[in-house]
């Protein structure tokens, strides 16, 4: 953390970006609704689901054959097969009636309930039936061949699906397998989205005047808030002016669990921001700024447990921030406990030297060739379409004080 | 690919995973439908978008400072600073009606309109007000020094998203930034999820019948169709019967882009399954069964340009083959061009040897530890709680006979 007087005016206080991740840790959860297993993928349980029952319930067939008792098919082999009697079969989903006694076999497919008196399965292909009502086994089996127990895979109040834990396609069939029809899960996260700066105009608008520019980073920051499980309220565009952004704060932390501000690009629209932000009641600012290139004029706040997140103007510094920063705090706030999968990711040879700043943070957006050789893409963070024409990006750690030509390096892919 | 006689009644053909990959190419392509840039994440665009403007549009300074002629500061310095007329101030958003003279600077905010007359801008900080009315400039600038030229981001009639690559959070911000509203895209493939098996009974049953189970494939497809951009339609469960199957399966070619059945577990229903689709007028078997363990018993077809996966009756099996060989049909359907980003991975070290077949492709699921320790889950392919408890999966490739404990593998992870 360093400290320095801005203009005379204010401690502006820098964070690294892992000092952020580590220390930047806000109290709000989204709360808890119940929500039905259809509509569930990705959702967050909020408590351990458990099963009511074992599962498959019943002791199951693996394989086409015969259910029979294991001890009669020891010593059974193709020139000395043991010969058992066919006395029934069952059908698949109805509660058999047989009973395997002793020298008895009873024929059943793949799935169907083990009748009483079995203890294991012959496979089809390791029989012949010998005579209308006598089958000749060529092999032996064990106790459980071909048997799956009645908790096998589940046992009663056995915990199904984890709290914290973001819930997977194979986690909704194993929930459906249980007969679980609701869960109860975080609400997906609120996200305010509060645009500022006097030059922005709304994305429909069809004709510009000069300076105008349309606001391009609330429909990406929305998209990447939905991605991540949130819920994007738009909050409009708010003119540069300390006291109708406050208000517009105030109602969005009364409303979200998550609030971003895209800032004018400006310095003063930036510390309109900050004035904005500190006139809260219950405000308290983590920092004002991050060491992170691009995104440094990046403001983290709590009003009351509701974290604020004030992202640089510019869209390309405003998504990356974002990025790196908010979707951690999105996801603590969405109620996972889970570390996140690794991003998708590809090894690449760096086509030229970058240089960095030891203390800072970089990003650095780059294409991927064929043949794995990352050219980064340099231009100025006002240009979105850096982000649109990468395969990805390398981060160069704060240690780092740039990259070599020809260095290895791990891209992020963007998906 | 392998054929074999099978009971004496029919051509067996077997294809490996790679094949069907290469040669499993239905002409089926979802239609194309108008959706707004706000719904459009993940969409896939029928047709490149093109900006009809260039953008930001206008010349911008990328810093807070002085618009001035780059020439006016050539050879300055700190000791030797030139000196300029300040002869006015650029509004945000607004057109300015400011010229910059020779000799003369312009206060300008970061993101403003360049004045005419200017072809440069100074930051703030290497300038000092000398007194009321003029700026002390301690260093030179370029010409395009703090500026971004009108079509620097984007060109007028630039592509801004290709065809056939889902669209990104990014994407989005750039077709706001274009004014975009609407996007031509490809409508959510349907995919119909037909479940058979006389056991099967709906997730909603509260008890079951001895030897019946609740449907959890389904669940778990619909889930990884949503996750993969399409529109799960469940077609409920069909009992093993080849007329109605044969019913059902007319009516979902008939409706939805993609047909998946998950059929029963015994041979008897995969049969059954088998026939159904054969008699289906148009239809044509590629293959029916895969070279991939588990998840041998794979039909696929194509009825009228729409295929059709049969998947193993086993939901562990169902899923994994889905996932190797559906997703990529599901992806093909809906218009994606491009490779998809690959899934998130690990390299780590497995904890003991597993087996394979030359000629099969094997697919074990595993528990990955913190130090990166790969361990397989063995059992059987009827456990769906083998799939819940892995983090993910490796590939063991055709042409290998199992590996050693030891070996180094990447896992790809469930997310």
Chains 1, 2 share one sequence.
């Not at 793949?110 to 079995?118: L, V």
């Not at 106790?143 to 909704?172: F, H, K, T, Y």
């Not at 050219?375 to 395969?391: C, E, I, Q, R």
């Amino acid at each position: 953390m360093s400290e320095a007087w801005v203009r005379g005016r204010e401690f502006f206080t820098t964070r690294s970006v892992a000092e952020a991740l580590a220390g930047f840790l806000p109290g709000r959860r989204a709360h808890v609704e119940t929500v039905s297993r259809e509509d569930a993928l990705g959702r967050v349980p909020a408590a351990a689901v458990v099963s009511g029952s074992a599962l498959p319930g019943f002791a199951r067939s693996t394989v086409d054959g015969y259910a029979v008792r294991a001890s009669d098919t020891y010593g059974a082999s193709d020139s000395l097969p043991m010969y058992l009697d066919l006395t029934g079969s069952v059908r698949m989903g109805v509660a058999t009636s047989c009973e395997v006694r002793p020298g008895s076999a009873v024929q059943i497919p793949t799935g169907a309930p083990i009748p009483a008196g079995a203890d294991a399965v012959v496979m089809v292909e390791y029989t012949q039936v010998a005579m209308p009502g006598t089958i000749e086994v060529g092999r032996p089996v064990a106790v459980g061949d071909g048997v799956v127990r009645a908790d096998e895979d589940v046992a009663v109040g056995a915990q199904i699906a984890p709290p914290g834990r973001p819930l997977r396609a194979q986690d909704l069939g194993l929930l459906a397998a249980a007969g679980v029809t609701d869960v109860e899960v975080h609400a997906r996260p609120r996200v305010a989205i509060v645009s500022t700066g006097d030059e922005v105009v709304p994305p429909e608008t069809t004709r510009l005047e000069p300076g105008q520019v349309r606001d391009a980073t609330a429909s990406a920051l929305a998209a990447m808030v939905t991605q991540a499980g949130g819920e994007p309220s738009y909050r409009g565009i708010v003119a540069d002016d300390a006291e109708e952004l406050a208000n517009s704060l105030r109602a969005a932390v009364h409303d979200c669990d998550l609030v971003v501000v895209s800032a004018g690009s400006s310095v003063g629209a930036r510390d309109e921001t900050t004035a904005a932000v500190e006139s809260i009641a219950g405000s308290a600012v983590y920092c004002h700024g991050l060491a992170i290139k691009p995104g440094k004029p990046t403001l983290l706040a709590e009003c009351d447990s509701v974290p604020l997140i004030g992202l640089p103007g510019n869209p390309l510094s405003a998504l990356v921030v974002f990025r790196m920063v908010g979707l951690p705090v999105l996801r603590r706030i969405a109620g996972i406990t889970v570390a996140p999968p690794p991003e998708p990711a590809t090894t690449a040879t760096l086509s030229r030297a970058v240089a960095s700043a030891a203390g800072r943070l970089d990003v650095v957006q780059v294409q991927v060739s064929d043949d794995r050789v990352a050219t980064p893409l340099f231009g100025h963070s006002a240009l979105l379409s850096l982000l649109t024409s990468a395969d990805g990006f390398i981060v160069i750690p704060e240690a780092n004080t740039g990259l070599d030509a020809g260095s290895a390096v791990t891209v992020t892919l963007y998906r």
